[in-house]
Structures are given as structure tokens and as C-alpha cells.
């Protein structure tokens, strides 16, 4: 082998050498490890627990938020089904039905409305403040086949302020007592009140209870 050949060989295996060495550096310093959690979060998601899912946060007792209730607030909130119902004496059932004095009434009963067939298989049971918190909060699966489009009313406080106006219009019974243990239990967030059609309190077509 001549002299030129060999010195052709050496830059060959120089320039190998030299390859391979960048090859490691570079592996080196840029080596990606495998992250704990895969994924990415994505916000408003609740990431579920080794168990199954994340627990929600135990509901307050309507009870203990009627302590706190706004009759004011539930009386604006409630203006946002005015175009479907009312809660004046005498007033004329609408799109959902008029519910003056339908806190402590019984589910249903408001004469000469259309009712909902699965409604008109509660007329046992009356619209207590319990009963009528669980209807804002989902119509749908409190009574599952209402007429009902709105998802519900998810803060209890909101839920409270307007069965505490209903409650005024024609009802006036007496609040339930909170719980010892809850009283003082923060409200939630505030959010708008259910009816069919985007109304603030649910009832058969936008109305806040009695569909």
C-alpha cells in the first residue's frame, strides 16, 4: 500500500473517530428522560385519583345556605325566566307554570298545566326546600324524561336565594333549621339559576319548579 493510500485510510478512520465521539457528547447532553406522569394537563379537567376519579366536594345543606339566603338576589336571578313563568298571585301559567306559593306545594299540582309525564308520576311528593334545591341543581336527574332543557343551577347559594324568593311569594313557611355542624358553610360561586329555554329558575318550559 503506498504512502498517499495510507494517509487517505488515517483521515477516514480519523473522521469515523471523530463521528462516533460527537455522537456520544451529543447523547449525552441531550438524553430525554421518561417524564413521571405522561401527558399534559389540560385546565378545567379534573386529573381522577388511583381510586377512580377525584371525589367532589360534599354538597352544603340547603338548609344552612337558606340561613345566608338573598332574598334580593334570588329575585334578580329569578327575572331571567320572566319570559316563560311568573310568581304572581293569580298570575297565568306560561311556557312553565305560575308559581306563586309553589314552596311546600305539591309537585305537579298547579291546575290546568301540562305537566310532564314523569312529573305527573310525582304528585305524592311535594316541593319541599330540600326537594326543590335537588330539582335547580339538575332537572334532568331529578326527574329523568322532564321537558326541562336547562343542565341545572350548580352553586347551592344561587339555588337558595331563589327558593328563599319563591318561598315569599305566597308560601312564607318557616326555614328549615341548618345543621349545627354545617352553619356558617361558605357559599359557592355564583352561577345563573335553571329554566327551560336558559331561564333562571326551572319549571316545564323555563320554569323554576313545578314542571
Known sequence: MSFRTN??????????????????????HFRSERPEKMGYPIEGVVEASAEGGAAAAPDVPIATLLASADVAKGMETFKKCGSCHNADQGGANGIGP???????????????????????????????????????????????????S??????????????????????????PAAPAAEAGAPAGDAAAAPAEGD???????NATAAE
Do not use: C
Not at 138 to 146: E, V
Open 150 to 175: 336547562f343542565a341545572g343551577l350548580t352553586n347551592g347559594q344561587d339555588r337558595a336565594n331563589v327558593i328563599a324568593y319563591l318561598n315569599g311569594q305566597g308560601s312564607n313557611l318557616p326555614l
Open 7 to 28: 494517509i487517505i485510510v488515517g483521515w477516514i478512520l480519523a473522521a469515523i473517530f471523530v463521528g462516533l465521539g460527537l455522537a456520544l457528547v451529543v447523547g449525552h
Open 199 to 205: 331561564a333562571a329558575a326551572p319549571a316545564e318550559g
Open 98 to 148: 305560575n308559581l306563586w306559593g309553589v314552596v311546600g306545594a305539591g309537585i305537579a299540582a298547579k291546575p290546568g298545566f301540562a305537566y310532564s309525564d314523569v312529573l305527573k308520576g310525582m304528585t305524592s311528593g311535594k316541593w319541599t326546600f330540600e326537594e326543590l334545591d335537588k330539582w335547580l341543581k339538575n332537572p334532568r336527574s331529578y326527574a329523568s324524561g322532564t321537558k326541562m
